[in-house]
Structures are given as C-alpha cells and as structure tokens.
Nanobody, 130 residues
Framework: QVELVESGGGLVQPGDSLRLSCAPSGLALRWLGMGWFRQAPGKEREFVAAISVSGGGTAYANSVKDRFSISRDNAKNSVYLQMNSLKPEDTAVYYC???????????????????????WGQGIQVTVSS
C-alpha cells in the first residue's frame, strides 16, 4: 500500500508564493505518476497539475498554468507544487495523488483524471487571504 504525506500548506497573502511537497511511502517515487488536486469549500475536487513517471511530461489546469509548477526529485523521494502569484480563489484543500500503473504508459503521460489515481494523501489546507 502506498501512503502519501503532503506538507507545506498554510495561510498566505494574495501575490505570495508557497511550495507544497508530497512524499510517498510503500513504493519509491520513481515508479509513480503523480498529480495534485484541490477542493474548495462547497465545490468538487478538481485537477491542478500532474507529472509523468519520467518527469518528461506535465499537465496543468488552465487556472494555474502560468503560476504553478510541478516537479519531482526521485533522489529526495518527493514531488513539489510551486505556487506563485497566489489568489484568494486558490484557497482549497490540496491533495497529492499517485499511481504505479502510469509506469506502463508513455513516458510523458501525465494524468489529469482523478479516477486514474489509486493513492491519495490526506490533504493539506492552503488559504490565500489578506
């Protein structure tokens, strides 16, 4: 069983930056395709960003495309979501997601689909407010 632990959330002001981290246990990161999703109060969970197993492919939601960046460091067994120019509408619980089946897909495949991820973190709160 793969467990995911997110860290780095918190309260920031509009325009600030924040970096979320996600570390898997039970299976090394190098075997996992990874994604970030978020759920704002009263809304459904939505896709934010994803990165392929190789790191050669990434995908972003249009709402974050020019502000957020996903990366992975297999040596540190961690995936990151760098969030810049944060807005109040970025306020949400952010979830890290993973699946090992992506290892059999194209090296650039970065899934944007929630149902393709079997493993989920507990979620971490990000609040953007002045």
């Amino acid at each position: 069983q793969v467990e995911l632990v997110e860290s780095g959330g918190g309260l920031v002001q509009p325009g600030d930056s924040l970096r979320l981290s996600c570390a898997p246990s039970g299976l090394a990161l190098r075997w996992l395709g990874m994604g970030w999703f978020r759920q704002a109060p009263g809304k459904e969970r939505e896709f934010v960003a994803a990165i392929s197993v190789s790191g050669g492919g990434t995908a972003y939601a249009n709402s974050v495309k020019d502000r957020f960046s996903i990366s992975r460091d297999n040596a540190k067994n961690s995936v990151y979501l760098q969030m810049n120019s944060l807005k109040p509408e970025d306020t949400a619980v952010y979830y890290c997601a993973a699946d090992s089946r992506f290892a059999y897909a194209s090296g650039t495949y970065a899934s944007t689909t929630q149902r393709e991820y079997r493993y989920w973190g507990q979620g971490i709160q990000v609040t953007v407010s002045s």
